[in-house]
C-alpha cells in the first residue's frame, strides 16, 4: 500500500491551497479517508474525513474553509483549503482506514507573509 500527497508548499495568509492523496495497492473504495496535520511541537490532529460512503465530517478549525472530496476512479483525495490562516501551517498527511490504518509522508504547507 502507498498513499502520496502533493500540492504543499508555501503559500500567503488568505490564499489557497489544494492537496491531492493518489493511492495504491488497496481496493480504495472501501477505505474511509482523512487529512491529518502535525505542527511543530503539537501532536497529530484530525483535519477532515471522507468515509467510504461520502460522508464528511471536519475540525472546527477548519470548517467553513477546507473541504475534502474523494475521485473513486482516480483512487484520489483532496482537500481544498481556502482562506489559509499561519496557524493552518504544519505537516498534511494522507490516512486511508479500513480494519488497519495506512499513512502517507506527508506534504509542508507553510502559510506566511
Known amino acids: 500500500v502507498q498513499l502520496v500527497e502533493s500540492g504543499g508548499g508555501l503559500v500567503q495568509p488568505g490564499g489557497s491551497l489544494r492537496l491531492s492523496c493518489e493511492a495504491s495497492g488497496l481496493t480504495f473504495g472501501y477505505y474511509d479517508m482523512s487529512w491529518f496535520r502535525q505542527a511543530p511541537g503539537k501532536e497529530r490532529e484530525l483535519v477532515a474525513v471522507i468515509t467510504s460512503g461520502g460522508n464528511t465530517n471536519y475540525a472546527d478549525s477548519v470548517r467553513g474553509r477546507f473541504t475534502i472530496s474523494r475521485d473513486n476512479i482516480k483512487n484520489t483525495v483532496y482537500l481544498q483549503m481556502n482562506s489559509l490562516k499561519p496557524e493552518d501551517t504544519a505537516v498534511y498527511y494522507c490516512?486511508?482506514?479500513?480494519?488497519?490504518?495506512?499513512w502517507g509522508q506527508g506534504t509542508q504547507v507553510t502559510v506566511s507573509s
Open positions: 490516512n486511508a482506514k479500513y480494519f488497519r490504518h495506512y
